[in-house]
């Protein structure tokens, strides 16, 4: 018979099996999006990956005696309302093993405050259905680009300067013109559910913007390193986006590869990507279950909560 319990620190070593296989984490987040899901040793492997769920703390394991039957771990956004899926583990054939292990993650932080739920699997996944019958719905399907040692074009030399805490809604009004209608009903249908849903990126980007007449017309978000990463917004009235992605590579200069992640259905973001040399290297689908129903937004609230975009 097996249960749904928090996890304790002897389950780490549960993880692996007799022939050293480490259970991958299909949860793609999108700071370890583009990462090897394994190194040189299993032990070492799962130690990396799965230390921080020894506390216990928003992750749920099914165990049947001494076995790991699934994973599941959940962690806030930008704020408490907001939650995404960071590590979900099948390790049984049995597929209602994660699907009740969804459900009792959900009960669980919707007790905390949640009111959105997001994860982001591999397009060809199982658990896409599986999610679905925990009562996640698709809203977005995205592709992972990358390009290898770059070539970093001249920087255009866009008048962009340092994101402001007072920017935070006239990037919520660039989000809003920049994308389809059906991902904003989701992700940003009002300006508090937009902040509460930014993803968590780790490290320290930079985020910039484009002002123009009092109008914020494109903002970019840049993360340096070995394998850097960036997004951005453009306003399709106003702006192409070839010299924000000119200016994101001149940024990350000096970066073996560099990743950016786009929607695969109507965005020309894509075909821009593949002109200037970067390659699709996964599609993956954006799932979300909603536990409340949203409510009308004040405007005091709109001002008061502004948070910064970095």
Partial sequence: MSRARHPLPTDLVALITHDGRVYPNEAKTWERMGTGESGPHPLGTALEQWLSFATGKHTWVSVRGATIR???????RAKRTAWEVDCLINADE???ITGS?????????????AERIFLRVAADSCLVEIAHGAG????????LYRVENPSPPQDPGLPLRPVSRADAFGIYQLYNAATPANV???EGLTFREWQAAREPWGGKPSDLVL???GVITGWLRVLRGNEGRFALLVHPQRRDADAFLHTALARLKG???????????GDPLSSHLLQLGFS????????????TRHAKELAAETIGTAVTAS
Avoid at 70 to 76: H, P, T
Avoid at 136 to 143: D, G, K, L, N
Avoid at 255 to 265: D, P
């Fill in 211 to 213: 002002e123009e007449d």
């Fill in 184 to 186: 904003r009903a989701i």
């Fill in 136 to 143: 996640f719905f698709v809203y977005a399907r995205e592709t």
């Fill in 70 to 76: 699934g994973l599941v771990s959940a962690r806030r």
């Fill in 101 to 113: 292990l969804l459900e009792h993650m959900i009960a669980d932080v919707g007790g905390q405050g």
């Fill in 280 to 291: 699709p290297m996964g599609d993956y689908t954006a799932m979300a279950k909603r536990l």
């Fill in 94 to 96: 049995d597929q209602s």
């Fill in 255 to 265: 970066s073996q590869s560099v990743l950016c992640l786009a929607s695969t259905e």
